[in-house]
């Protein structure tokens, strides 16, 4: 299987998404690891696509940097009570320094979520 490797820049502080499709209905759901010294996963949530029964739709995993630097975010797609992984993922995540006049990234932010970076 090849891994899919994608690049996101981001900023300290500056929340930023990932979103795929998934399809929970099949028993599929994406599991995602990542180092919690330098991102803080806030949030993870699945929307479905339509009302029709055992349509897909998308999960979103939305991240804030707490430092700067380059990290890795691996995401698998698979059922949890087997060991085959349908689809790997691999977003690597470059995270520059505020710049002069942003936002103290010690405070919440308080925008919007910037554009999801989607994966279709």
Known sequence: ????????EAR???RFSIVLSSNPTTGY?????YDDGVLELQGEEYERSSDRIGAGGHQTFTFVPLT???????LRYRRPWLKEVHEEREFRICVAEQMDGDNDA???STGSIPPSREML
Not at 1 to 8: F, G, P, S, V
Not at 29 to 33: D, K, M, N, Q, T
């Open 68 to 74: 700067s630097g380059e990290t890795v975010v691996r």
């Open 29 to 33: 759901r994406w599991e995602v690891r």
């Open 106 to 108: 010690s405070e919440p």
């Open 1 to 8: 299987m090849d891994l899919d490797e994608q690049r996101i």
């Open 12 to 14: 300290v502080g500056e």
